[in-house]
């Protein structure tokens, strides 16, 4: 499937200097007053409804119009608190990853070990946690860290140490390369580093997708990361970031996946892309308004 | 220990799936991953092959990088780094 997203931000300048300045005279809460609104606007364009619909469709299928632009604010409106959060609290370096002190070590000792892979979707405060890649909290703080990910340029959603003015926590690793970025993504490993990856968005053509149920339909994910976790032998944690108060993030883990080597055959790991697939449905019904994908991730079948 | 170009051709179509490639056309000098098609999946193995056959471990994507460019190119990376 070639991808069918942009990664640009669907704000505009102006109501991102809107809600910037709000939040400079005001703080977070004069700019959630004003998110009301904002997100009203936005809410109503045809192109921003239709772009939450593809999800909301397939979460709520039986949902009217009218319920389902309710819904669409509703979806906005979390992921308007989100970037507002990020951009508040992001900058003052206040955001707290909340895990437990036994989860701390149990993956720090799994890293120690041989490196790990977080994988993890466009869902609930993933912006807050893992843009700023606040790990510190997470017991990782020691490793180096690297996401995968894919910078657009000219976007105007701005991470929070670009804010800052801060030297990223994070090194980022262009997927946009001839290898999707799989050869820098086994070196960090090879060297013992925690590497943070979208378990949901595809890059370039798609070819090396597996094709799982997810909500009722058909979505292809990427198979990249499981194919690696085996060669490489490094567990794989599941782990989600929902939305729950201002300034804290309480990641919640699916599980740690050991990946069996299964060989160069990709279809081999359908099953284990299908239990990637099968969490993050979990987490939508847990958590229906914090699912981010504003696109069409379904096949047409 | 020597390698040479036709060890690392040998390997390489036993390993990956170059059956659209006809790999004795390919020049020492083209550019690796054009011209055999390669995608990220292909990455991959080709660091599995590089562990299990020389014991090369990729921990260094600055040198690596270089390594990949052509099929000269890894047979000097191969020849300098292997362990077996």
């Known amino acids: ?301 | 220990m020597i390698t040479t170009l036709e060890d690392v051709k040998l390997v390489l179509s036993e390993n990956l799936d170059l059956s659209s490639v006809n790999l004795n056309s390919v020049s020492a000098d083209a550019p690796l991953f054009q011209e055999l098609k390669l995608d990220s999946l292909d990455a991959i193995e080709i660091s599995v092959v590089l562990r299990k056959y020389y014991d090369i471990v990729i921990d260094n994507m600055e040198q690596a990088r270089g390594a990949f460019a052509t099929l000269e190119t890894l047979r000097k990376y191969i020849e300098d780094n292997r362990k077996k």
Not at chain 1, 18 to 44: D, N, W
Not at chain 1, 191 to 204: E, H, N, P, Y
Not at chain 1, 240 to 263: M, N, R, T
């Open chain 1, 1 to 301: 499937m070639e991808k069918n997203w942009t990664g640009k931000s669907k704000s505009n300048p102006f109501l991102q200097f809107l809600l910037r300045f709000s939040v400079k005279i005001g703080g977070a809460e004069l700019a959630y007053f004003f998110l009301l609104f904002v997100c009203l606007i936005y809410t109503l364009l045809p192109s921003v409804l239709k772009s939450a619909s593809f999800y909301l469709k397939r979460r709520f299928p039986q949902d009217n119009f009218f319920k389902r632009l309710a819904r669409a604010y509703k979806l906005n409106f979390t992921f308007g608190r989100v970037l507002i959060d990020r951009t508040v609290y992001g900058i003052k370096g206040d955001i707290k990853v909340r895990v437990s002190k036994e989860d701390m070590k149990k993956y720090s000792s799994l890293a120690e070990e041989r490196g790990l892979i977080l994988l993890t979707s466009h869902c609930g405060a993933w912006q807050m946690a893992m843009p700023a890649f606040n790990l510190a909290e997470f017991g990782l703080s020691k490793f180096e860290k690297f996401v995968l990910y894919k910078k657009t340029e000219g976007d105007i959603d701005k991470h929070s140490f670009e804010l800052s003015g801060e030297e990223s926590p994070v090194n980022f690793i262009d997927p946009a390369q001839w290898d999707g970025g799989a050869l820098s993504i086994i070196s960090a490993l090879q060297r013992k580093s925690i590497v943070c990856i979208m378990g949901d968005r595809i890059f370039g053509s798609g070819a090396n997708s597996a094709r799982v149920d997810f909500l009722g339909g058909k979505i292809d994910i990427p198979l990249m990361p499981y194919r690696i976790a085996a060669s490489c032998g490094v567990p794989v944690i599941i782990v989600f970031f929902p939305y729950k108060s201002k300034a804290a993030v309480d990641p919640e883990v699916e599980g740690v996946f050991h990946i069996k080597d299964k060989g160069a055959q990709i279809q081999n790991y359908y099953e284990d892309a299908q239990v990637f697939a099968d969490a993050l449905s979990k987490f939508t019904k847990k958590y229906p308004y914090q699912f981010f994908n504003y696109f069409n991730i379904w096949r047409q079948e």
